[in-house]
């Protein structure tokens, strides 16, 4: 990396793109006579909705079609595990319609879209007048905290551009955003902390960067919806903050790069499981923001970020640690799907 600003070359991205891509699926669990769990090893199960879905926009965004096999596969297998791709977890269930809902765009069968809807529909009883409003974390009902509460939005939004006959996704969106907006989990600092209390209040918890990205996403497709510009306005403090904020003050190659709350200590630890995936859902997120937005900082904030990840965050097997600054910890398939998160964001915003 130089001085002279953030790689812009679509075919030097999309290579990166590749290369982390094809490490990725080093983790994907297929033995030869044995049935696929759909899976990738060294990670979670909702972490595996986020690993397809980058493995579907890195199609998208390249034309590269060589790992599409892995959604029908994934389908089959993973479905098996857990019904319908439901479980107690409202927001695990909802990374998996967010997944489906991108296969859908890629491949044109319903029978994705179908999944998501199904999902959804479950996702709607998670809604109660609790804090007046909001879905709950789990069937146990005892927590309304952000990040649930941003994918009721997005899909709901997602799913309303994908069948605008039903008004009822819409309806949902809007009602969602209306009551986060209210909710008070958006701080003084312009940043998301990750819910509330019993009595309805911020509870002051870590600020995750996947908490910021997500409403982001969620926000562009109401702007994609509706044409009002008043659901950027709401986006931009977020993600104002989030690079003002939650982002390496170092100097050098390293300057401005997006550093999850705590990460230092996870790094030390090796430590694998939820927070390894956020950054590059906020990376993502962000990217489908950017589009409508239009502020060169957030493209430069992506691009700045990927050639940091592949300058001092890789290993010679082209895998990706924690840390994007760097350096290099361990191999895991969360950090290297989170990673290529905002390699594919890079490709698609150089195209």
């Known amino acids: 990396m130089t001085g002279a600003g953030p790689t812009t070359d679509k075919a030097e991205c999309a290579a990166r793109a590749a290369a982390g891509i094809e490490a990725l699926q080093r983790w994907y669990v297929r033995w030869p006579g044995l049935p696929t769990t ?3 090893r060294t990670t979670g199960w909702w972490n595996a909705a986020n690993a397809l879905t980058v493995v579907i926009r890195y199609t998208q965004h390249t034309g590269d079609d060589r790992y599409t096999q892995v959604l029908e596969r994934t389908f089959r297998a993973a ?9 107690k977890f409202f927001d695990d269930n909802a ?50 905290n952000a990040i649930t509460n941003e994918l009721f939005l997005a899909v709901a939004a997602r799913l309303h551009q994908r069948r605008p006959d039903d008004g009822s996704y819409l309806d949902w969106a809007q009602r969602e955003w209306t009551w986060f907006a209210a909710s008070g989990m958006v701080n003084d600092d312009g940043l998301v902390n990750d819910g509330l209390t019993a009595d309805c209040r911020n509870n002051g918890q870590p600020t995750y960067t996947y908490n910021q990205g997500v409403v982001l996403g969620g926000l562009a497709a109401l702007y994609e919806i509706t044409g009002d510009e008043e659901y950027l306005r709401a986006g931009e403090p977020i993600a104002d903050a989030t690079l003002r904020l939650l982002t390496s003050p170092v100097s050098g190659s390293a300057a401005g790069v997006l550093v999850e709350p705590g990460e230092a200590g996870m790094a030390a630890a090796r430590g694998r499981g939820d927070r390894t995936q956020f950054k590059g859902i906020f990376a993502r997120n962000l990217a489908d923001f950017a589009r409508h937005n239009g502020q060169p900082a957030y493209r430069d904030f992506i691009l700045r970020n990927a050639d940091s990840v592949w300058a001092n965050s890789r290993n010679g097997r082209n895998q990706f640690g924690l840390q994007w600054t760097g350096p290099f910890d361990t191999a895991d398939a969360s950090r290297q799907s989170s990673a290529l998160d905002v390699l594919v964001a890079a490709a698609a915003l150089t195209s």
């Open 95 to 144: 990374w998996w319609a967010l997944a489906w809902i991108d296969a859908y765009d890629l491949t044109g069968q319903t029978r994705y879209l179908e999944a998501a809807r199904v999902i959804f529909e479950n996702f709607v009883t998670a809604w109660d007048d609790t804090c007046g409003g909001g879905v709950w974390w789990n069937t146990d009902r005892t927590y309304k």
């Open 79 to 87: 479905g098996r595990r857990n019904q319908r791709f439901i479980n």
């Open 38 to 40: 759909g899976q990738w």
